[in-house]
């Protein structure tokens, strides 16, 4: 039996995408190399995140990292742009230590936002389950003051304690 020849989803758009970042990469080289050279080292802290990480989020977490990145190395791709000094603003800019400091700070903000961010997002869902779950239970109470106590018997009665303890988990 033949199989038949399926690309993965989202398999072309993958290679379409490396074919313009190698085009890209190829004119920049001709065009603004000393740009290039500053963007390599600034950008070291994604291309080590790309080549380590190992989590199965790995995509999502350097694209994060890599946007993180990008903001602090485009001010001074844009200053070398627009000075048109070449390779010797280039190491100018390398020399000092702010460029460093904001490039690599920005990448560090980066990887904090990778961590906090789902520590944050874990806290706010709970929070929001815990007030729906007072509400809840408020509800019942009041159906049980309108209504009275009696459940039919084939629904098993539970306490309010063991419905939060039940809830919670």
């Known amino acids: 039996m033949a199989r038949s ?3 993965p ?3 072309s758009k993958k290679s379409f995408m490396t074919i313009i970042g190698l085009a890209g990469l190829m004119v920049s080289m001709f065009l603004a190399p000393a740009i290039l050279a500053l963007m390599s080292v600034g950008l070291a802290p994604s291309l080590v995140a790309w080549l380590s990480d190992q989590n199965p989020m790995r995509a999502l ?3 994060i990292l890599f946007m993180f990145n990008m903001s602090g ?3 001074f791709s844009v200053t070398l742009w627009m000075s ?3 390779f010797t603003a280039a190491l100018g800019m390398l020399g000092d230590v702010v460029t460093w400091l904001v490039m690599f700070g920005a990448a560090g903000v980066g990887v904090v936002a990778i961590w906090v961010a789902p520590q944050i997002s874990s806290i706010v869902t709970h929070l929001i389950l815990q007030e729906r779950l007072r509400t809840i239970v408020k509800h019942q109470k009041k159906l049980v003051e309108d209504w009275g106590n009696d459940i039919p018997p084939h629904i098993p009665k539970q306490s309010e304690e063991a419905a939060v303890v039940n809830a919670a988990e």
Do not use: A, E
């Open 5 to 7: 020849k399926t690309t």
């Open 9 to 11: 989803k989202g398999s």
């Open 61 to 63: 977490r350097v694209r």
């Open 73 to 75: 190395v485009i001010p």
């Open 84 to 86: 048109g000094r070449g």
